[in-house]
């Protein structure tokens, strides 16, 4: 595409929003507060998903050892439980440390066992973490064919919980982008549609004249691709700010501290909403511009 050809489009297209001032302030409006809602959803999103992998280091199945395994039985255990799939980390918890665990979790009544030999009452055990909290049955399965395991505990309805609420949270999600991106679509079809029909004489004439269809279209379509991105740098703004304000509010970064539980920082979700966004108004400009000139550049 020549460079007076591009300047060409450019320019219709921003002249096209300067004539229509009224629709494209609906459009700017429109698209802003449906970026914002996307941006809402895809930081909820990953802050929970960023939530559940917190959590995930935190829910260990605890393998334990029969009481005769030797060390050499023992570190053999460690690494098949380290290669099976899923598996992120493994911790050796002795009888020693399990027995003076239970003792500090007692408290004040752990007189209660004095006396009693660690060898007798705790096992060894291997605390796993996992990479995927839905990968916890089957790993659970394959620890419990190995040698030299008494038997496995695990937080399995917690883990089954966290499962259900992330995949809900997604679908929610999913389910809210596509009707934003369906109406923004429809709103700056609308939009552009009034545009046209304002101008539908003069399309006519340059279709009289011998203009293309493409040669029509384009400044629509440009106009429809400004709008989107315009509004995507707004909206990205607005995100950020909102976004580091929350993330300087102590108390709320405290309770999630206290929850053992971190906010994702903003720079590491950026070069994705601003992909996400260009993608967007790009695209749904795009669109919303290709259905309204359906009409007036029939053939």
């Known amino acids: 595409m020549k460079y007076n050809v591009l300047t060409y489009l450019i320019g219709e297209g ?3 929003i300067f004539k229509n001032k009224k629709q494209a302030a609906t459009s700017f409006g429109t698209m802003c507060v449906i970026m914002i809602f996307f941006g809402i959803c895809f930081i909820l999103v990953g802050n929970f998903n960023h939530f559940i992998k917190q959590v995930e280091s935190e829910q260990g199945i605890q393998a334990y050892i029969v009481n005769d395994a030797t060390e050499e039985e023992i570190k053999v255990l460690e690494e098949q439980i380290k290669a099976l799939e899923g598996v992120n980390t493994t911790e050796f918890i002795s009888k020693e440390e399990a027995l003076q665990s239970m003792k500090n979790r007692l408290g004040e009544k752990s007189y209660l066992l004095d006396g009693y030999d660690e060898n007798n009452i705790f096992p060894a055990s291997y605390i796993v973490t996992l990479t995927d909290l839905t990968l916890s049955s089957k790993v659970q399965s394959s620890i419990k ?3 030299n395991v008494k038997k ?5 309805e917690t883990i089954s919980t966290l499962v259900k609420i992330a995949n809900g949270i997604k679908i929610g999600s999913y389910v809210i982008i596509a009707a934003l991106v369906c109406v923004s679509i429809f709103i700056i079809s609308n939009t552009i549609k009034l545009t046209v029909y304002a101008r539908r004489k003069e399309i006519s004439i340059m279709k009289y004249v011998g203009a293309t269809n493409s040669f029509i279209r384009w400044p629509f379509i440009v106009e429809g691709v400004i709008i989107g991105i315009i509004s995507g740098a707004i909206s990205l703004a ?3 700010g909102i976004y580091l304000l929350i993330g300087q509010n102590i108390g709320f970064v405290g309770f999630l501290s206290n929850l053992g ?3 994702l920082e903003f720079s590491d979700m950026f070069n994705l909403i601003l992909i996400i966004y260009l993608v967007l108004g790009v695209g749904i400009g795009i669109l919303g511009s290709s259905l309204s000139m359906r009409k007036y550049l029939k053939v």
Not at 152 to 156: A, G, L, Y
């Open 238 to 240: 607005i995100i950020a």
């Open 14 to 16: 921003f002249s096209n």
């Open 145 to 147: 064919e190995l040698d």
């Open 152 to 156: 496995i505990t695990s937080s399995d």
């Open 261 to 263: 539980l971190s906010l």
